[in-house]
């Protein structure tokens, strides 16, 4: 409650500086207090950390977040400050983004990068000002630079997802292929996945593909285009969960309703849901709470003169209807 | 002295586009075995319901010489607002929620129609500015999380059928009526083409400059909040980041349609038809299994095709 | 055959539009250091004949022999190089640069590494000036600081500047003062002293008199006659033009009748003007003369409610009106076809019926909706009644001459029934045929019974329509003379007194 009065009154102030300013590609700014300020009556350090991701409007970016504050504050309650910016989707607000953070002289940075390639110059700029910084979740291409990576492997995602649809499809048939949007990192990296476990299927056949930008409603057209073409399809493959359900909402209804195996990545709780009710074969939870506590422990022990490893992995898991009531998934 | 022989540019401006329709329809009736069959002629009318929705709003801002760039925020803002009071418990009767969605809509389209009517901030800006605002509250209303768990009578709307005609095709057919006889049967329709015509002279008959362009932004975001409240019923889910890059959409729609970006100019049986021609475009060669890349730059031809027609009719009149 | 006596021969000139012939096998012949006058209606070819001559379309048939050798040119640019120059009738400078940038543009001087010369465009724009007598244009001064006339001047000097040898002027007094009109004649003359041909096109009949050497007319693309201006005389040069004896041009007859329509008390606008007092009567055609910049349109404009708040009472019969926007005018009875037809007069684009009805559209719809049937019987009859031109009136205006789109504006106010109809500049741009067909409007007008503010700078319409006349100079109302009163010395001595 808290912390969304605080977000109004700073989107107040987005607002404002918008209208000075003229129009928009500002950072938005959120400054998520962790308690009060007695820290320096308890005689504690008191480290002040700037998380940029690169957009707080894809859910599991929201959810992520929410689960670092909600970790950091429960742990190290006010010895940990949070400076939150949203990249909104473009390389270079974020690289505004993290030199404001440099300039700001923050401890330590938390990223989830944009680009692959072009954060890079931002992660240079803060290792040459010696502000250690942490990835999370997604990675820059040049891993020499940053203090530690802190995530899940994608590929790994794209195998789940598709050894669970190969094996309900019985090895063999037709499987559309919805793609997030091209060039993004997670995208290509599923992609990989997914072919990776078709070499081992010979008899699974890619009958379309296409690029439905993480969209639900984009999902649910192409769908509804494929099926009004005649073309037999087994399964759909889809690299996020959004597009999973618009590919069910396509086919529900139809006669194609529980004869087409549908799968997602993601575990958003809508998918979760779905996976219980028998809709979605599977989702694959990217764990956002573990992800969060990973990295806000290497922040910490990094803010300590402590050592961590270049790579901290955070294992994806498979959800299917057999393990979806499992109290963990559903927190 | 006058010609009064055939001219092409006026005859292309007039009826090009619906050649362009048929002729598309034609060759991929022969491509596709099963593109022209009732069932797929069905879904491409459900998926023009949204967009055409949208683009009739657009049309009317068009024509008055304006532009709404907020549409896909207004669209994604409403859902979210509307879809807040369409769970199944406490559940709301549907009338309710679609007032409260076309509210949200008509709120933001006050705004914009204030800004651009008062203050003499250009459209493109002005509407710049409610696209990122109303995107901004929505996010911060949502929390960036979509909205779920829709009660059954709210997925009618998007989802359900009477008799074998799907509800949101109803909506499309109604909006167009309704903006048909705006634009093309009532003063205020004279008046809208009048304001985009020549503001000074519309001003000088008389006219009451503002009240129209309050107007046509009010009816654009009313129908964003019905559109709005469409596509969260059809995907189940009302997120806030839904209907981005809509506004592009609609703007296309219209000027293939042939209703000029400089306002005094156009129609919505045009844009109706402009909406329809990006559906079944894309609805045709999805089916052909095109790739979605292919796909954008086709539509991207029919644009730049549709606007130098657009240039060259211009071009004859004067 | 070229023959040296003239600097431009063009002979049997033909050109078609979609099938239609607008030129056909016209000629004109045009001697060196003359000022040539090149006249015909609103479509009788004109410029087309022109713009084929600059370079702008292609003639069809016909030979052009420009200093005895036949040549051919395609676009402007090459005109520029043979000496030959337009100036447009509606000019379009670059507004944020400077006099001697506009006037180098595209060849400006250089200096040694490469940077545009400002000093010595600035020297050269002023030799230009001397030599052509321009004194009162800064060479550094900006564009959009100008005034109208002024534009024209620096465009003439930028002619001069390409030691142009043909220079054309389309319309180039439509929009500038009497004093203005002087200064640019004696600039003509200067230039034709050294041997430069001009070649004039123009509807005033008192300026081409003033001017011209020789005349051509032209009539529905044909060529109708040359004529040295001295042996030609106006009845003759008018019944070439339009191919009839137009005896009276000005309908003289006055309606007018005691009672008072409107009168309007000390009306004052900001700067404007001030203490502005008349009274109109009814039946009678008001004049309102006074320069250019004088505050006549912003006097009639003001009480049409375009100008915002006034200071002052304005009264229709009897009562005491206000007066915040054009609607109140409107509802008052009161109606204004502007000077600038294009911007605040009609709508180019939409058809000439839902033109007419713009301004009276409230009163043909039910419930909102345009009820069809009626508004088709008001606007015909009132179309017919103005004798509208047009194949159909669901054609754009744009279609139209200037003259017909005139009357469709006056079509649309007459719809709204007026007691008051002001007409700002009522005839500017449109040819003498429409010009008579408007005068014998204004007189149908008045004698049903109408009442009619003419605002004008045209002196010869001023007094040959007005039963009475307001001067207006600085701001002012220097007086109004009386039926009796008024000759072309009785304005000028208004307008002299201090």
Not at chain 2, 19 to 37: A, D, E, H, R, Y
Not at chain 3, 48 to 67: F, N, Q
Not at chain 3, 262 to 271: D, F, P
Not at chain 3, 278 to 302: C, D, M, N, P, Q
Request: a negative charge; one cysteine or more.
């Amino acid at each position: 409650m808290k912390k969304k009065f605080i977000s109004a009154i700073l989107s107040v102030m987005m607002v404002g500086s918008l209208l000075l300013t003229g129009c928009g590609g500002e950072n938005s700014n959120e400054t998520a207090g962790a308690g009060s300020t007695s820290a320096a009556a308890e005689n504690k350090e008191t480290f002040t950390i700037g998380f940029s991701d690169f957009s707080l409007t894809a859910e599991y970016q929201a959810k992520l977040r929410d689960e670092i504050l909600d970790y950091a504050e429960k742990t190290y309650g006010d010895e940990l400050e949070f400076v939150v910016l949203d990249g909104e989707s473009d390389s270079d607000t974020q690289n505004s983004g993290i030199d404001n953070l440099i300039s700001q002289k923050v401890d330590l940075i938390i990223m989830v990068p944009f680009d692959a390639e072009q954060q890079i110059p931002a992660v240079q700029a803060a290792v040459d000002a010696g502000i250690p910084l942490l990835e999370v979740c997604l990675q820059t291409a040049d891993d020499g630079l940053r203090t530690s990576f802190v995530g899940s492997d994608d590929t790994s995602s794209g195998v789940l997802e598709m050894q669970c649809l190969a094996e309900a499809m019985g090895g063999k048939g037709n499987v559309v292929y919805l793609h997030g949007p091209t060039g993004q990192d997670s995208e290509i990296k599923r992609h990989e996945g997914a072919n990776q476990v078709l070499e081992d299927y010979p008899d699974i056949e890619v009958a379309a593909e296409s690029v439905c930008n993480w969209d639900r409603a984009e999902a649910m057209t192409a769908i509804e285009n494929y099926v009004q073409s005649g073309m037999q399809i087994d399964a759909i493959f889809c690299e996020n969960d959004e597009m999973a359900l618009g590919a069910y909402a396509a086919i529900e209804g139809t006669d194609l309703e529980g004869k087409i195996h549908i799968g997602g990545i993601d575990c958003i709780s809508d998918a979760l849901q779905a996976v219980k009710d028998g809709k979605l074969d599977c989702t694959v939870l990217q764990d956002a709470k573990l992800q969060a506590s990973e990295v806000v422990e290497a922040a910490y022990k990094v803010l300590h003169g402590e050592d961590v490893e270049e790579y901290i992995e955070v294992p994806y898991q498979l959800v299917t209807k057999d393990n979806a009531d499992d109290e963990y998934f559903n927190n | 002295m006058k010609e009064k022989n055939f001219d092409l540019g006026n005859f292309l401006r007039k009826f090009g586009i619906y050649f362009v329709l048929i002729l598309m329809m034609i060759i991929l009736s022969f491509l596709s075995k099963s593109f022209m069959t009732v069932s797929n002629m069905m879904n491409i009318l459900r998926q023009v319901s949204v967009s055409g929705i949208v683009a009739m709003g657009m049309t009317l801002v068009l024509v008055t010489g304006g532009i709404d760039l907020s549409v896909g925020s207004m669209i994604a803002f409403a859902g979210v607002i509307g879809c807040t009071f369409a769970h199944p418990d406490p559940s709301y009767p549907l009338i309710v929620v679609i007032l409260i969605g076309l509210a949200a809509g008509a709120l933001c389209g006050l705004v914009n129609g204030l800004i651009v009517a008062y203050t003499g901030v250009n459209p493109f800006i002005a509407t710049m500015g409610m696209m990122t605002i109303a995107r901004g509250a929505t996010l911060l209303f949502t929390n960036g999380r979509p909205i779920n768990d829709l009660s059954e009578s709210f997925q009618f709307i998007g989802r359900g059928t009477v008799g074998f005609i799907s509800t949101p095709i109803l909506f499309l057919i109604a909006v167009c009526i309704i903006s048909a006889l705006i634009l093309h049967k009532t003063s205020l329709g004279r008046y809208i083409f009048a304001v985009g015509g020549n503001e000074n002279a519309a001003k000088v008959s008389g006219i009451n400059v503002k009240k129209i362009k309050i107007f046509v932004y009010i009816y654009s975001g009313i129908l964003c909040g019905l559109a709005g409240l469409l596509l969260a019923s059809r995907t189940n889910a009302a997120a806030p980041n839904a209907a981005s890059g809509y506004e592009l959409d609609a703007i296309a729609a219209g000027v293939i349609g042939g209703t000029s970006t400089s306002g005094g100019r156009g129609g919505v049986y045009g844009t109706i038809v402009g909406a329809l021609i990006m559906v079944v475009l894309s609805n045709g060669l999805d089916m052909l299994n095109v790739s979605s890349y292919i796909q954008q730059i086709v539509k991207g031809i029919i644009i730049i095709g549709a606007v130098c027609i657009d240039q060259f009719s211009k071009g004859k009149d004067s | 055959m070229s023959n040296n006596e003239y600097v431009l021969q063009m002979s049997n000139i033909s050109k078609s539009f979609s099938g239609v012939k607008v030129l056909d096998s016209v000629k004109l012949d045009v001697r060196p250091g003359e000022v040539h006058v090149l006249i015909g209606e609103n479509g009788a070819g004109k410029s087309t004949l022109m713009k084929i001559l600059i370079g702008m379309y292609t003639r069809d048939e016909g030979t052009v022999i420009y200093k005895g050798e036949e040549i051919k040119i395609r676009n402007t640019k090459e005109a520029l190089d043979v000496g030959i120059t337009m100036i447009h009738q509606e000019l379009s400078p670059i507004l944020e640069m400077t006099v001697a940038e506009n006037i180098f543009l595209g060849r400006e001087f250089k200096t040694k590494v490469g940077f545009v010369d400002q000093k010595k465009m600035k020297i050269e724009a002023q030799k230009l000036f001397d030599e052509v007598g321009i004194s009162d244009i800064k060479p550094s001064a900006k564009m959009k600081e100008l005034s109208t006339a002024q534009t024209q001047m620096v465009e003439i000097v930028k002619a001069v500047s390409f030691n142009a040898d043909l220079i054309i002027m389309d319309e180039p007094t439509s929009s500038i003062t009497d004093n203005e009109v002087d200064k640019l004649f004696s600039i003509i003359r200067r230039l034709t002293a050294k041997n430069v041909a001009v070649i004039y096109i123009s509807h005033k009949l008192n300026e081409i008199y003033q001017i011209s050497d020789s005349i051509t007319v032209l009539r529905d693309g044909e060529y109708i006659a040359t004529k040295a201006t001295k042996e030609l005389d106006k009845d003759e040069l008018v019944r070439l033009m339009v191919g009839r004896e137009l005896s009276d041009l000005y309908v003289t007859e006055n309606h007018s009748q005691s009672n008072v329509v409107m009168s309007v008390k000390n009306l004052t606008n900001g700067k404007l003007f001030k203490d502005i007092n008349f009274e109109l009567h009814k039946g009678e055609v008001l004049g309102i003369y006074g320069l250019v910049g004088a505050g006549r349109s912003e006097v009639v404009e003001t009480i049409f409610g375009m100008r915002g708040k006034y200071e002052g009472e304005i009264f229709v019969h009897g009562k005491k009106i206000v007066i915040s926007s054009e609607k109140d005018a409107i509802k008052n009875g009161i109606a204004l076809a502007t000077e600038d037809r294009k911007g605040t007069g009609i709508f180019l684009g939409l058809p000439i019926r839902n033109n007419i009805s713009m301004a009276w559209l409230n009163n043909l719809t039910k419930l909102g909706f345009v009820n069809g049937k009626k508004e088709k019987t008001e606007t015909n009859i009132v179309g017919d009644r103005l004798k509208v031109k047009a194949a159909s009136y669901a054609n754009a205006v744009g279609t139209l001459s200037g003259g017909n789109q005139q009357k469709v504006v006056l079509a649309k106010w007459l719809l709204t029934n007026p007691d008051v109809l002001i007409l700002d500049e009522p005839t500017r741009g449109i040819d003498i045929g429409a010009k008579a067909e408007i005068y014998k409007i204004i007189e149908e007008l008045t004698s049903q019974g109408k009442s009619v503010i003419m605002v004008s700078s045209e002196m010869p319409e001023i007094l040959g329509m007005s039963d009475r006349i307001m001067v207006i100079a600085d701001g002012e109302n220097r007086g109004v003379l009386e039926h009796e009163e008024i000759s072309q010395l009785s304005i000028m001595n208004l307008i002299a007194k201090v």
